[in-house]
């Protein structure tokens, strides 16, 4: 059973929401980043770039500290403000073709280590490090791990009779996406969202490895200091989200080179096993699993695998991210560190096929592959599995907003 627990959020005050909010901090181009330090002093982008202040980029321990010093000034300044009693926060976002609500929570550290909460994803131990420690200065997680769960028709009805509430928050961003949030403080409702989850076997991480695995870890450095049970860091802030809302897409592959071969060269090392037609210079998208489309020299290939001459061993070989490693990447091309070679690059997005054109008729790379994005059933099955996905198989929305509600440790 799923353990999930209400917790005092820190928020935003009602009429600084849309200000504080932020998307994350890798998405803003420096132009963009800079225009929103300048002209918005709500922004939670000021706690993360504490620098700024001092017109002064900052890094390791200095920058943790500093990012301390910001969000206190944001506490004492009234922008952020804690909530007195222990609650959920039932949170909607609409953009686009997408629609979903989840609950904001606190997720046990013991579920993770106990494998009720699975993960599909390896985790660089470095990075685990890193974040741990920005984790045990800052004192705070702002940006909540996103899981997934099958959905149960009693946790539907409950949050839909949540919503007919009027929402805490109800608000626009700049880029088009309406944000709703609703506080469940009510004691006989939060403990029925705690029954309710005790029916849940499993909680599948959908985006957060690093961030899970980070809290975890500082699970384990702050033993030595606890007094007593349930402390705030043997949980983790998380965003719940009923697998009928997530919505997955595919990442491309783009590739600089070929490994030193001619492109017919190339193309009769493929024919091993695949099925090659060449479809010109139309865009051509793969219309099924274990079928690729490829981009070279300014035609569009498809590829179909030669089922009679690759084994699929596990749920992991059949997953097409991994049948083009095994199959094209790792052998043909020489890319054996998917996260690490500069050769290879990822793209992801509606119109990314398009773009991988670009770049290769560009010269950029030599080329490039897309595929059928993953299915929440084949994440399912390799994370049951105990199994890894190679890097950038999914990319995963909603993607959510930093400083929307804070989990202080």
């Not at 219309?287 to 030669?306: A, N, Q, V």
């Not at 084994?311 to 054996?336: C, H, M, N, R």
């Amino acid at each position: 059973m799923a353990t999930v627990k209400p917790f005092k959020a820190i928020r935003p005050t009602k009429d600084k929401a849309p200000f504080v909010v932020s998307r994350s901090y890798q998405e803003y181009s420096k132009k963009e980043l800079n225009a929103n330090l300048k002209f918005n002093p709500f922004s939670f982008l000021h706690i993360i770039n504490p620098g700024y202040k001092f017109d002064k980029e900052v890094t390791g321990t200095e920058r943790f500290s500093l990012v301390y010093n910001r969000y206190l000034e944001f506490l004492e300044d009234a922008i952020l403000k804690k909530d007195n009693t222990p609650g959920f926060y039932l949170y909607e976002i609409e953009q686009n073709r997408l629609k979903c609500s989840g609950l904001f929570c606190a997720t046990s550290i013991a579920d993770y280590k106990n494998d009720i909460i699975k993960k599909h994803e390896d985790t660089i131990k470095r990075r685990e490090q890193l974040f741990a420690n920005y984790l045990n200065t800052v004192k705070f997680n702002a940006e909540p791990v996103l899981m997934t769960y099958e959905d149960k028709e009693a946790i539907s009805v409950l949050l839909a009779r949540e919503k007919q509430k009027t929402p805490e928050y109800h608000f626009t961003t700049t880029d088009k996406a309406t944000h709703k949030l609703w506080v469940i403080a009510d004691k006989k409702v939060t403990t029925q969202i705690q029954d309710y989850f005790k029916e849940v076997d499993t909680l599948y991480i959908a985006d957060g490895h690093h961030r899970s695995a980070s809290s975890y870890l500082l699970s384990k450095m702050m033993d030595d200091k606890k007094e007593g049970d349930d402390k705030a860091s043997d949980y983790f802030m998380s965003y719940l989200i009923p697998e009928s809302e997530i919505q997955i897409f595919e990442f491309n592959r783009m590739v600089k080179d070929l490994n030193g071969l001619s492109k017919e060269e190339f193309l009769i090392r493929l024919d091993t096993y695949f099925r090659i037609e060449n479809k010109g210079a139309m865009l051509y998208r793969p219309t099924k699993k274990h079928h690729f489309s490829m981009y070279l020299d300014g035609e569009f290939y498809s590829l179909y695998l030669r089922k009679k001459v690759y084994e699929f061993t596990d749920p992991l070989s059949a997953l097409d991210t991994q049948i083009l490693y095994k199959t094209v990447l790792q052998p043909i091309l020489g890319i054996s560190d998917l996260r690490n070679d500069e050769r290879i690059t990822y793209g992801y997005g509606k119109h990314n096929i398009i773009r991988m054109k670009d770049e290769i008729d560009a010269l950029k790379y030599k080329v490039g592959f897309s595929m059928l994005p993953v299915t929440i059933s084949e994440i399912k099955e390799i994370a049951d599995a105990g199994l890894v996905m190679p890097p950038k198989s999914t990319y995963i929305e909603p993607k959510l907003r930093s400083g929307m509600a804070i989990y202080e440790l």
